[in-house]
């Protein structure tokens, strides 16, 4: 199986918008065989820089490959890479109670005894 990953396989990158698929060279591929080694998905996080920066550089040289061919549907997966936002900026919205008809359509005590 590692001999097939390492003359065609492909990197799965998560996005927020789907998977994509990206081509690494020969010499990338064995770099990439050794990150993935015990894991099959890993988030970007815990990459080290120059694996991060592999992972970069492969995705603005617009490396990506399409699986929708029969061709690339064989394709063995290296590893996938997971590229999320960070939970941080996400904003958590505090859970609200829904309103009662009957609190809305009366008026409040403290206005009344006003």
Do not use: H
């Amino acid at each position: 199986m590692w001999i097939e990953k390492l003359t065609d396989g492909v990197v799965e990158l998560d996005t927020p918008i789907g998977s994509r698929y990206l081509q690494p060279s020969l010499v990338q591929r064995v770099f990439l065989l050794w990150t993935f080694r015990n894991f099959c998905s890993l988030p970007q996080s815990v990459l080290r820089p120059w694996e991060r920066r592999l992972i970069d550089g492969l995705s603005s040289d617009n490396r990506f490959v399409s699986l929708s061919t029969q061709w690339a549907v064989d394709r063995p997966i290296i590893g996938k890479v997971e590229r999320r936002p960070p939970q941080a900026d996400i904003e958590v919205l505090p859970v609200r109670k829904p309103v009662s008809a009957s609190e809305s359509s009366e008026p409040s005590r403290e206005a009344a005894s006003a």
